[in-house]
C-alpha cells in the first residue's frame, strides 16, 4: 500500500510515498531497514520508481520515494531548478525523516538512487556517515565528464547555446525575474540539456504525469560542478553498483571508477543496457533481483546482531 506523506526541507514540504514493508524478514529488534529513493535529471517520483519500490517492500523494507523541492508535488520555489546541491540537501532531510518514523531501524537506511541521483546518494551516504548501504543504478557519477560527452555528440557548438542560456537565466534571476527555461530532452540538433541519440524516447518511456520537460537553463551550467566520483573514497557504507554499459547519457567509465574508489568496498553488476533500459522487462528484473539480493544480505547480518 501507497502512502501520501512528505517532510521538511529546509523550511519547503517535499511530497514523498511511504511504503511499508510487507514482511518481517528484514525486521530487527530496533525495527525495519528503510530505502530512501529520489529520482535523475529533471524526473520525479512517479518515472518509473514504484516498481523497485514494491520489490524492496516486499523484500522487508519500509521505502520512501521523494520529490526535490521545486519538483512534482513538492513545494518550493524556483520551480524546475536541477541543482545537485540543492538536490543532496533533500536527500538529507529525508534520511532524518525517515530515522523518525514508527518502527524504522535508525541505523539502517539505505540510499537508492537512479541516473542523477544514482550519484547524489554517493556524496550524501558518506556526508552522513551512518547510512548502512547504497544502491545505484545508471548513475551520472562525473558531471565533467557528461558534459564533455555532450560536447562529443552534440559538438561545441551546443555548449555555447546552452551556456548562453544559462548566462540569460542567471542575469534575470538577479534582476526578479522569472526562470527561464529550456527543456530537459529532445531530439539530436534541438534546443535542450540532453540531446543524445535516443534520449527523448527513453524519457518518455518511463515518465509519470507531473513531469515537466523544462528547467532553468542556470542548470547547464551546474552539471559540470556536480562530480559524485570524488566522494567515493570517503564511503563507509557498502555500495552495489548497476552498470547500463552502453548509457549515452551517463558516462559507465565513471561508475567504475566509483566502485575502484569505494572505501567501504564495492559490488558490481554490468548490464548490457542503454541508460533507461533498466526501469522495464528482462533488465529490470536482472537489475531489481541483484538490488534486493544485496541489501537482504547486508542488512540481515546487521538484524541479527542487532
Same mark, same amino acid.
Given at each position: 500500500?501507497v502512502?501520501e506523506?512528505?517532510?521538511?526541507s529546509?523550511g519547503?514540504?517535499c511530497a514523498?510515498?511511504?511504503?511499508?514493508?510487507?514482511?518481517?524478514?528484514?525486521?530487527g529488534?530496533?525495527g525495519?531497514?528503510?530505502?530512501?529513493m529520489?529520482?535523475?535529471f529533471?524526473?520525479?517520483r512517479?518515472?518509473g520508481l514504484?516498481?523497485f519500490?514494491?520489490r524492496?517492500a516486499?523484500?522487508g523494507?519500509d521505502?520512501?520515494?521523494?520529490?526535490?523541492r521545486?519538483?512534482?508535488?513538492?513545494?518550493?520555489?524556483p520551480?524546475?531548478?536541477?541543482?545537485?546541491?540543492r538536490?543532496?540537501?533533500?536527500?538529507h532531510s529525508?534520511?532524518?525523516?525517515?530515522?523518525g518514523l514508527?518502527?524504522?531501524?535508525?541505523?539502517?537506511?539505505?540510499?537508492w538512487?537512479?541516473s542523477?541521483s544514482?550519484?547524489?546518494v554517493v556524496?550524501?551516504?558518506?556526508?552522513d556517515g551512518?547510512?548502512a548501504?547504497?544502491?545505484s543504478?545508471?548513475a551520472a557519477?562525473?558531471?565533467?565528464?557528461a558534459?564533455?560527452?555532450?560536447?562529443r555528440? @552534440? $559538438?561545441i *557548438?551546443?555548449?555555447?547555446?546552452l551556456?548562453?542560456?544559462?548566462?540569460? =537565466? &542567471?542575469?534575470?534571476?538577479? #534582476?526578479?525575474?522569472e526562470?527561464h527555461?529550456?527543456p530537459?530532452?529532445?531530439?539530436p540538433g534541438?534546443?535542450?540539456a540532453?540531446?543524445?541519440?535516443?534520449?527523448?524516447?527513453?524519457?518518455?518511456s518511463i515518465?509519470?504525469?507531473?513531469?515537466?520537460?523544462?528547467?532553468?537553463?542556470r542548470?547547464a551550467l551546474l552539471?559540470?560542478?556536480?562530480?559524485?566520483?570524488?566522494?567515493?573514497s570517503?564511503l563507509r557504507?557498502?555500495?552495489f553498483?548497476v552498470?547500463?554499459?552502453?548509457?549515452?547519457i551517463?558516462?559507465p567509465?565513471a561508475?567504475?571508477a566509483?566502485a575502484?574508489? @569505494? $572505501?567501504? *568496498?564495492?559490488?558490481?553488476l554490468e548490464?548490457?543496457?542503454?541508460?533507461? =533500459? &533498466?526501469?522495464?522487462?528482462? #533488465?529490470?528484473?536482472?537489475?531489481v533481483?541483484?538490488?534486493?539480493?544485496f541489501?537482504q544480505r547486508?542488512?540481515?547480518?546487521?538484524a541479527?546482531?542487532g
Amino acid at each position: 500500500m501507497v502512502e501520501e506523506t512528505g517532510f521538511d526541507s529546509h523550511g519547503t514540504r517535499c511530497a514523498a510515498w511511504y511504503l511499508r514493508a510487507g514482511s518481517d524478514a528484514l525486521t530487527g529488534s530496533r525495527g525495519r531497514p528503510c530505502v530512501v529513493m529520489a529520482h535523475g535529471f529533471g524526473a520525479t517520483r512517479d518515472a518509473g520508481l514504484l516498481p523497485f519500490a514494491e520489490r524492496f517492500a516486499e523484500a522487508g523494507a519500509d521505502v520512501l520515494v521523494f520529490d526535490y523541492r521545486g519538483y512534482g508535488t513538492s513545494e518550493g520555489t524556483p520551480r524546475q531548478n536541477v541543482w545537485h546541491v540543492r538536490h543532496r540537501e533533500d536527500y538529507h532531510s529525508a534520511i532524518a525523516h525517515a530515522r523518525g518514523l514508527d518502527g524504522v531501524d535508525p541505523d539502517r537506511i539505505v540510499l537508492w538512487g537512479s541516473s542523477y541521483s544514482g550519484g547524489h546518494v554517493v556524496p550524501v551516504a558518506a556526508k552522513d556517515g551512518q547510512v548502512a548501504a547504497v544502491i545505484s543504478q545508471g548513475a551520472a557519477m562525473d558531471g565533467l565528464a557528461a558534459l564533455l560527452e555532450i560536447g562529443r555528440y @552534440a $559538438g561545441i *557548438g551546443q555548449l555555447l547555446r546552452l551556456t548562453g542560456h544559462a548566462l540569460r =537565466d &542567471i542575469a534575470g534571476s538577479l #534582476l526578479g525575474r522569472e526562470p527561464h527555461l529550456i527543456p530537459v530532452v529532445g531530439p539530436p540538433g534541438s534546443l535542450a540539456a540532453i540531446t543524445a541519440e535516443g534520449a527523448e524516447t527513453g524519457y518518455r518511456s518511463i515518465m509519470g504525469p507531473t513531469f515537466r520537460n523544462e528547467m532553468c537553463a542556470r542548470g547547464a551550467l551546474l552539471i559540470p560542478l556536480n562530480r559524485p566520483v570524488t566522494a567515493a573514497s570517503k564511503l563507509r557504507a557498502p555500495i552495489f553498483l548497476v552498470v547500463a554499459a552502453d548509457d549515452n547519457i551517463a558516462p559507465p567509465a565513471a561508475v567504475r571508477a566509483v566502485a575502484a574508489k @569505494a $572505501g567501504a *568496498g564495492s559490488e558490481i553488476l554490468e548490464l548490457p543496457s542503454g541508460h533507461f =533500459d &533498466i526501469y522495464t522487462g528482462a #533488465l529490470f528484473e536482472r537489475s531489481v533481483l541483484a538490488q534486493v539480493e544485496f541489501f537482504q544480505r547486508t542488512l540481515r547480518v546487521t538484524a541479527s546482531t542487532g
